[in-house]
Structures are given as structure tokens and as C-alpha cells.
């Protein structure tokens, strides 16, 4: 690892990357990691942790175009986009609009459910193989329903659901605040998901952190990549500390990637969907399993060392304000469905962005014209739920090993 030249660069220090690195470890590469800011500090850190196989259903569905017209100009709507002129963005959106269809919402989901799957029994294996410290707990995720045409078109989606493999109970609104007493009166139904999980994020990226660097991997943090380069002996990449070499390069840099890669002829059509969360100390009635608002669009997501409320989408480009009336949508939607909506002690009040390509798929694999460079980006609002099968599939095609999973779905070229 003293070489002058490294096997694997990855750019990229969150959930997404550091899976990589450490499957590449465990396949026998050399892997150094290059993050700009603290391990785990960007999009990783202050999301919902939520594990969702329940969420294989992409957003660009069948009516969501009205729903999201009648949204994106109020600034407190769970979705909200910043009038611009951003020609890329509105070719983003047309692309976006075009999917909601039919038989394109069947294809993203059924390759969204691939990674969501096969994710979801890795993170169990690697929890154990890797002593991964990050609070998992496998109680399900309820979807909890005040307004009841909301509701009942929700209910009407399940057998659907079923038929593609997502396990869902429709539960009576006074039958399931008889089980949740921390909600509030009103309720007209919920359902339930039984297969998804939840995990505390910035503990889980630490403790992938530490399993890369146990098993000899190279974390430079505070170390941004400035330009990537391919050479006829790999790729080299630019950093204010002098640049590197390597033998392959992995761009996992989620709503950045693009930027990097668009001086090599890559389009990468991603879009940064920024989100917000609100962290507390647990209330002391604290909701038995993460629940979405569904309503609002907001998510609550109960630890036994926190709480966090957050969701909302909003296209501002790489806008770096608070949005103080994102937060209070946030806060109102807990108010309205919660007996305690935060906690004593409010921790942090935080903004990410999300990495959304107009599919709802990531980019996985190799760039074809720039054979060493590799990407691993756009995962939207599921990095944390893709992360181990991402890692893994990307290990496996770098070592030329079959892959678990289909990696053709998740290929660049398909954006041509």
C-alpha cells in the first residue's frame, strides 16, 4: 500500500463507497478511499437510516406528474422545485415525466428490487461477519394515513405490491392506534411492511469505516478529488494534496459525481434532490417502528439513542441554506400525527442531497469509452438501503466474478 500507485482510488467517503472498498478488501484489491469532507459527513449522515425494500416502486409513477404540479410551487410542499432556468434540470424533469408510465414504473421497479433485496440480507451477514455497531433493528415500517382517499389509494396499490414480492398488512386506523399509542386521534389507516428494517446511518458508516481500515484500507479524509484523469496505465486523480494513480478508479461521489465526470465526454444525468432532517434526544412516547407520514411525505424514525424526523424533496441545485420552512414542514407534520413530534433536546437540524437520476436506478459498473474508471452513483433516497449490494456487485464485476444480482438494469449507457 507504500506504492506509488494504488490499486483502487474510490471518491467518495459514505455508505455507498465505503461498501465498495470494503467488498474490493474482502476480494483480495488494495482500496484507498478519497473524502473531501469527515468520513460519512455528506448525504450519509443525517438521513433516515430506514431500510426499505418496501420502497421498490420508483417515484416516476402513473399519476405523479399532476400530484407533483400541483406541489412543486409551494415552498413548504413535500416536493418543492426553485424557479430556474437550469436547461439540464428541465430536461431532467421531461425525462422524469416521460417514465411515469406503466411499463417503465415495472422495469425501475423490478431493478430497484434486485439491489433492495439482495441488500437487505447482506446488511444481516455483514452486521455479523464485520461487527458492524449501528443499532439495526428488523420490526418493519408502517405507512400511517390521516386523509382517507390517500389512504384507500395506497391500500388499493398492495396486491400489486404483493405480486413483486413487498409483503403488506392494510391495518383499520382504530386498530392500529389501539398498537401505536404514541400517534395522535384521527388516524384512517396504515400499512404495514414488514420486511424493512432500520439502522442509525452515521454509526453504520463509521463502523464500515473501521472494517476498511482493520482489513488495511486507506481512508484520506478531508482530501477532495479535484479532476480524474484516465492514462494507458489506469487513471490518475487531482487532489490539493498532490495527485494520485491507481489502477481503477471508483466515482461514488453521489450528487458531485457528475461535475467529475463530464470533462471525460460522461453525461451522467443525476439531479440533486435535497432533503432535510431534524435530529432529537428519543421522546419518552416515541413511535414502536419507523413510520411515514404519508400524507406529508415526512418519515420518524425512532432509535434507542435518538429520534430524527425528515423527508421533503427540493430542486435547488446545490443550494448550501437551511430552509427554515422545509424544517417547519417537517415539525408541523410531526405535530399533527404525534403526541411528542421531538424530543426534549433538539440535536441538529441538517440539509443533503440526494443523488436522483430520472430512472430512480444508480449508475453501476464500468464507463466503456475509460475502462479503469468505475462508477457507483445515483441511488437517490435508497444509499443507505443499496449500500452492501451495491458494494458487493461492484466487487464482483471489478474481480470479473458473477454477480448476484443483474448488473445490466444499472449500466451508464442505458442514459444514451
Not at 480524474?228 to 487532489?239: E, K, N, S
Not at 475502462?371 to 470479473?400: E, R, Y
Request: net charge neutral; aromatic share 8%.
Amino acid at each position: 500500500m507504500n506504492s506509488p500507485r494504488d490499486d483502487v482510488l474510490i471518491l467518495g467517503g459514505g455508505a455507498i463507497g465505503l461498501a465498495t472498498a470494503l467488498a474490493l478488501l474482502d476480494a483480495g484489491r488494495g482500496v484507498r478511499v478519497l473524502e473531501a469532507g469527515a468520513v460519512g459527513g455528506g448525504t450519509s449522515h443525517g438521513n433516515l437510516g430506514t431500510i426499505t425494500p418496501s420502497h421498490a416502486p420508483p417515484l416516476a409513477a402513473p399519476g405523479v406528474p399532476l400530484r407533483a404540479l400541483r406541489w412543486m410551487l409551494s415552498p413548504d410542499a413535500p416536493l418543492y422545485m426553485k424557479p430556474t432556468v437550469d436547461p439540464a434540470l428541465w430536461r431532467w424533469l421531461w425525462r422524469f415525466a416521460a417514465r411515469c408510465n406503466q411499463r417503465d414504473w415495472l422495469a425501475s421497479t423490478r431493478g430497484r428490487a434486485a439491489l433492495l433485496n439482495d441488500a437487505k440480507v447482506r446488511l444481516v451477514d455483514w452486521i455479523d461477519r464485520y461487527a458492524l455497531d449501528c443499532e439495526y433493528s428488523h420490526d418493519g415500517l408502517d405507512y400511517v394515513f390521516r386523509d382517507r382517499r390517500n389512504f384507500e389509494r395506497h391500500a388499493a396499490e398492495c396486491a400489486a405490491l404483493e405480486t413483486l414480492g413487498i409483503a403488506t398488512e392494510v391495518i383499520d386506523g382504530d386498530d392500529y392506534l389501539r398498537r401505536e399509542p404514541a400517534l395522535r386521534e384521527g388516524l384512517v389507516g396504515a400499512i404495514h411492511f414488514a420486511d424493512d428494517a432500520v439502522l442509525r446511518p452515521e454509526r453504520y458508516v463509521a463502523s464500515l469505516a473501521r472494517a476498511v481500515r482493520a482489513r488495511g484500507g486507506i481512508i484520506d479524509a478531508h482530501r477532495c478529488a479535484l479532476s480524474l484523469r484516465p492514462d494507458a496505465g489506469g487513471v490518475q486523480v487531482a487532489t490539493e494534496a498532490g495527485t494520485l494513480q491507481s489502477r481503477d478508479a471508483v466515482v461514488a461521489l453521489a450528487a458531485w459525481s457528475p461535475a467529475l465526470l463530464r470533462p471525460l465526454g460522461v453525461d451522467l444525468p443525476i439531479q440533486a434532490g435535497k432533503g432535510y432532517s431534524i435530529t432529537s434526544t428519543r421522546p419518552a412516547l416515541a413511535p414502536k417502528r419507523p413510520l411515514v407520514l404519508k400524507d406529508h411525505s415526512v418519515f420518524a424514525v425512532p432509535w434507542e439513542s435518538g429520534f430524527r424526523l425528515g423527508g421533503t424533496m427540493e430542486f435547488a441545485g446545490l443550494d448550501t441554506s437551511l430552509n427554515p420552512v422545509r424544517l417547519a414542514a417537517l415539525e408541523r407534520a410531526a405535530r399533527d400525527h404525534l403526541h411528542q413530534p421531538l424530543g426534549d433536546r433538539v440535536l441538529e437540524r441538517w440539509y443533503g442531497w440526494r443523488p436522483m437520476t430520472w430512472d430512480d436506478m444508480p449508475v453501476l459498473g464500468r464507463v466503456q469509452a475509460h475502462p479503469h474508471v468505475w462508477l457507483a452513483a445515483g441511488h437517490g433516497m435508497l444509499g443507505i438501503s443499496m449500500s452492501t449490494a451495491t458494494g458487493q456487485l461492484m466487487a464482483d464485476l471489478m474481480t470479473g466474478r458473477t454477480p448476484a444480482i443483474d448488473p445490466f438494469p444499472y449500466r451508464v449507457e442505458r442514459f444514451r
